[in-house]
Every structure is written in structure tokens, then in C-alpha cells.
């Protein structure tokens, strides 16, 4: 098997909560090295968000495969001896404090940078380090609300945060992007850099579609549950057991969805339906015409129904029906990994490479790793 691309190199992760693990790891499953350096008295914080993985958490344990652990309290002497010297032989330097914390604890990534030139710093936070929101704590929920997510999603009577860190995802994301940007841009120059990653920045990124459509459109963007704002049918629609999502792209495809699935050719050239503003200006008839079509079938037929026809569906699977999903088991997607509690499944990274999988490590134990790293380091 092809050796990991990242093999060799070093990430130090001053990191917590979800943005900068979730950059970590991904270089971790590349064959990086990833120490993460984790507060003595219980380490990461998101390390107590609950405890549904053998008595872990389940942000920890999908953020943290692959990494060693090693407990130091930079704010001591002693602590900023160990930092200096995982520094100095770090290739990558990952940190999500709260703001001003790595510069009180003298990893200013500019001082860093001068003392190892070779360095790559990733400082991520919550709205960057200048303006009028550079010390504000930034929670994910906080962050979907200042980018603008929440006045689109959910339905028009309520507002409705997305059911995953999306902030924090964007942002390590972003973050991952960038030190592989970085490592490319060293291996031509021989220098290091150093970036910074916001988190309304990368989410903001992300609401680029609704921003265009709300400036330069005229109109707000308003809020449609499960339904597409500017294309029908799409959505979720009645069979006799549940419901069908559907969604059509184009004219060709609309005509097509009349003539095989419901049964009305004639819908075609209907003119409350012949053109997507039209069948988006009738939706709530459109919805009427597709649920009483559907309405002797059940969602596995209709399914089956809309997949004869090529029109895109799908149904609504919960996480654990999501786990036993077929098409996951097929292409062999899932691996275990080992954790302080147990043996735990855990799903393969989305880049899928010929010759190579990903390292796909285990889940460490607070501080696990300190007495190895400190006698590696001189420091026993």
C-alpha cells in the first residue's frame, strides 16, 4: 500500500471544542503526526459534552481518531518549556483559543514564525482578529445567526439552527485547505506561513447562494422547511406509508416525472406548471397533483417508481438508519477504531485514493501520551 502523504510531518493542535480538531484529524488520517495538547483536569472540554461512546463523547470521539494526547498547562513555566519544544519540532501548529489566549501564552503566530521559519501557524476564531467582533466568543449556534443561516432555515412560522456544527465544520474545513496550502507552498519556497481562518468568514462562504439571491434579487429569502426556495417540485412529498423527497432540475426532467410517474402527460404543457417559476408560483397545487399520485403507493414503491423513471429521490433516514445504509455497506466504507472505552465504528474520510486508505488511529485517553512525549522531548 502507498505510503500517506502527510507521513513525517508533525501537527501540534492547541485546539478544543470541534473547528480545529476536525482540521487536525482529517491531516491525522493523512499519516500526520498530530500531538494535541489538552488542560490538565479533564482535557478538551467537548471531551464532556456527554458520554453516548463508551462512556465518551461523541463530538471527542469523531474529532480525535489518530492523535496523541498530552496534558501541559501552558500558563506555567513548565508548560511553555514543553509548548517551546514540541514548536520546535513541529511542521504545523493548529490553535482555536479564545481570543488573545494563544498570544498570552506567547504563541503569537509572528513571534512563532521569527523563532521557527519553517513553521506553519493556523490560528482559527470566531470573527478574525480585527474589527469590531475580534473578542467575542463565538459559539456554532452564534455564528449560523450573525452569517445570516438561521433567517433561511427552518420553516416560515419558526427559525431553526441546522442539527450539525456547520460554523465549526466551515471553518476546520477551511482550515484543513489551508495548511495543505501551505505544506505545498513550503516545499517550493522552503518557509512557512501563517493564516487565519474566521468562523463567519467560512459560513459566510457558504451563504454565498441566498446573499446573491436576497442583495441582488430584491427579494428576502424566506424560510420553506424542507422545500426548495427556487425550484419545484422538491421536497418532501406524501406516499400511503411516509414521505418522498423528490427533486427535479429542469423542463426535460418535469415532463418526465408527468408522463411516467403520475400518470398526466398533460401536465406538461399546463400553463400554471410549464416553466419552474410557474410550477414554483403553483406549488402548493403541484404539491396536491403529486401526493394523490402517490397517494395508493408506498414510499418504498414510489421510490422504486421514481428510480425507473431516473427522477432523483430519496428517503429520510435517521443517524442509525444512516449507519445501516446499503450503499455504505457495499463499498465497504466503515472501519473500527480503538478508544478508552471500547472498539467504535467510525466512517472512512470522503477522499477516496487507489493504493491508500486512511490511517484511521485511535481515540486517546486524556493525557495518554505525556510521559512518551516528554521523555521523546528530554523532558521526563
Not at 89 to 113: K, S, T, W
Not at 162 to 190: H, K, N, P, Q
Not at 280 to 286: K, Q, R
Request: hydrophobic share 40%; proline share 5%.
Amino acid at each position: 500500500m502507498t505510503a500517506l502523504p502527510l507521513a513525517g510531518l508533525t501537527v501540534v493542535g492547541l485546539e478544543q471544542a470541534v473547528a480545529a480538531p476536525f482540521a487536525t484529524r482529517q491531516l491525522a488520517d493523512l499519516g500526520a503526526r498530530v500531538i494535541k495538547i489538552e488542560r490538565p483536569g479533564g482535557g478538551d472540554f467537548a471531551r464532556g459534552y456527554d458520554q453516548a461512546v463508551h462512556g465518551q463523547s461523541s463530538y471527542f470521539a469523531w474529532l480525535n481518531r489518530g492523535k496523541e494526547s498530552i496534558t501541559v498547562d501552558a500558563k506555567t513555566e513548565r508548560g511553555q518549556v514543553i509548548l517551546t519544544a514540541l514548536l520546535s519540532r513541529a511542521d504545523v501548529f493548529v490553535q482555536n483559543l479564545a481570543p488573545g489566549a494563544a498570544e498570552r501564552i506567547g504563541c503569537a503566530a509572528a513571534d512563532l514564525r521569527q523563532r521557527h521559519p519553517r513553521l506553519i501557524c493556523c490560528s482559527i476564531s470566531g470573527y478574525g482578529s480585527a474589527g469590531p467582533y475580534a473578542g467575542k466568543k463565538a459559539y456554532d449556534l452564534l455564528v449560523q445567526c450573525e452569517a445570516g443561516l438561521l433567517s433561511v432555515t427552518g420553516t416560515p412560522e419558526q427559525p431553526a439552527k441546522a442539527g450539525i456544527s456547520v460554523a465549526d465544520i466551515a471553518a476546520g474545513m477551511y482550515a484543513y485547505g489551508g495548511v495543505l496550502t501551505a505544506l505545498y507552498e513550503r516545499e517550493r519556497t522552503g518557509e512557512g506561513s501563517s493564516f487565519e481562518v474566521a468562523m463567519l468568514d467560512a459560513l459566510g462562504e457558504w451563504m454565498g447562494a441566498p446573499y446573491y439571491y436576497h442583495v441582488y434579487g430584491g427579494n428576502p429569502v424566506r424560510r420553506s422547511g424542507a422545500r426548495h426556495i427556487s425550484i419545484s417540485p422538491y421536497g418532501p412529498y406524501a406516499a400511503a406509508d411516509g414521505q418522498v423527497f423528490i427533486g427535479l432540475q429542469n423542463d426535460r426532467e418535469w415532463a418526465v416525472l408527468c408522463d411516467r410517474v403520475l400518470g398526466r402527460p398533460e401536465l406538461i404543457s399546463d400553463a400554471r406548471f410549464r416553466t419552474n417559476p410557474d410550477r414554483l408560483a403553483h406549488d402548493n397545487e403541484l404539491t396536491v397533483i403529486i401526493e394523490q399520485a402517490l397517494a395508493a403507493l408506498t414510499a418504498e414503491q414510489a421510490t422504486a417508481l421514481l428510480d425507473q423513471a431516473g427522477i432523483a429521490s430519496a428517503r429520510m433516514r435517521t443517524p442509525a438508519e444512516f449507519a445501516a445504509h446499503p450503499q455504505l455497506a457495499a463499498r465497504d466504507r466503515w472501519r473500527e477504531v480503538g478508544s478508552p472505552g471500547g472498539r467504535v465504528r467510525a466512517l472512512l474520510p470522503p477522499v477516496t485514493a487507489d493504493g491508500r486508505e486512511a490511517a484511521m488511529g485511535d481515540i486517546p485517553a486524556a493525557g495518554q501520551h505525556t510521559e512518551a512525549i516528554l521523555a521523546e522531548l528530554g523532558l521526563a
